[in-house]
């Protein structure tokens, strides 16, 4: 049976039976789970001003607990997601319930707590409350955003960068004819696979080598415009070529860096591209010339159409920074740096 390979449809938001190894996930846990904690100290203290003396005390048994169960979920997300849907969620809140009643009766044997099956039964009974509230979150935030939503919003976003995708190379194509007519009809060709790539689906993450590729045809076309004022500058360190990124993250940004840094200038510069690895996160950065405010609408646009697509693909678990930078010689820089997690294409 073949793999697919991974795509939108794993959205972390789009499943009722959330991926305890996205960041954004754990973070919503933390998030909720210290929510009700503070809700119920307000609940509990008689007096506003004691709401805080309450809440450590809550905490004291509350982030032990919800930090252990957050490393076994962790550690257990593979075989949660193998069982269906409401064994799943049975299996987190019985996981709960008796990482609970283990901490009530570690306690009673240090003892800081009074012990007894009716205090064991109090504290997993609010274990397993807690657990089911935010299953209850996570399969009513899947059904606001479903998968085919997530999918429809990346076609939309995937779309307006095709106009500007298609136009750019167009006109780098249209300054060779008239001098360099056998070099233009070999761009054309050129043209012609990148226009392909294009129109590809775009749900599904590419290998890294050819997002790379797609990117290199571009910039070369680019240099065909641009002459000797473009010079790009590729960094790769040993970066496997099977890793899974989504596709059209390389090019708006190259594009960018062409249109906003290079050609403005009227002088020649350097796009440099780099990759790097560090443990399970993929580290891509991009700089150029900084010319005048360094970033204009058009940038602004491109550079949030890629965070937004990085957002429905990795939820909280990618980033991208941006940032200017002052070089010895007293010229700026502009640059990009965006952080994914690892996948490899099947």
């Not at 008796?98 to 609010?126: C, I, N, P, Y």
């Not at 657990?131 to 996570?138: I, N």
């Not at 050129?190 to 590419?206: I, K, N, S, T, W």
């Not at 204009?296 to 937004?308: D, F, I, T």
Request: proline fraction near 6%.
């Amino acid at each position: 049976m073949s793999q697919s390979a991974p795509s939108i449809k794993q959205y972390a938001a789009g499943h009722p039976l959330p991926d305890f190894r996205n960041f954004g996930v754990m973070l919503r846990v933390l998030l909720g789970v210290n929510l009700g904690a503070l809700a119920a100290a307000l609940a509990q203290s008689g007096d506003i001003g004691a709401w805080m003396d309450e809440y450590i005390r809550i905490s004291i048994w509350v982030q032990p607990l919800l930090l252990t169960n957050l490393v076994l979920l962790w550690m257990s997300a593979r075989l949660i997601h193998l069982l269906p849907l409401r064994r799943g969620q049975a299996a987190v809140i019985l996981l709960a319930v008796l990482t609970a009643w283990l901490q009530a009766d570690f306690w009673h044997f240090m003892g800081l707590h009074e012990g007894g099956w009716k205090s064991g039964a109090r504290v997993a009974a609010l274990a397993a409350l807690a657990a089911g509230g935010m299953l209850f979150y996570f399969e009513m935030r899947a059904k606001a955003f479903p998968p085919a939503l997530a999918e429809a919003r990346l076609q939309a976003l995937t779309a307006r960068i095709r106009p500007h995708f298609l136009f750019n190379s167009l006109n780098a194509v249209l300054s060779l004819i008239r001098m360099e007519p056998r070099r233009a009809e070999q761009a054309l060709e050129e043209l012609a696979d990148l226009f392909r790539a294009l129109m590809r689906d775009h749900r599904e993450l590419l290998p890294l080598a050819e997002e790379i590729a797609l990117c290199r045809q571009y910039l070369e076309l680019e240099e065909l415009r641009l002459g000797d004022r473009l010079n790009v500058v590729w960094e790769i360190d040993s970066i496997p070529a099977d890793l899974s990124v989504p596709p059209l993250v390389l090019q708006p940004l190259a594009e960018n860096a062409v249109y906003h840094g290079i050609e403005p200038s009227g002088k020649p510069g350097t796009i440099r591209i780099g990759f790097s690895r560090r443990g399970d996160a993929l580290r891509i950065w991009m700089t150029n010339p900084c010319i005048g405010g360094g970033e204009s609408k058009g940038n602004r646009m491109a550079l949030a159409n890629v965070r937004e697509r990085l957002l429905l693909y990795y939820d909280l678990e990618a980033t991208l920074e941006t940032g200017k930078k002052t070089l010895p010689d007293g010229s700026q820089e502009y640059r990009v740096d965006i952080i994914l997690p690892c996948r490899r294409a099947p």
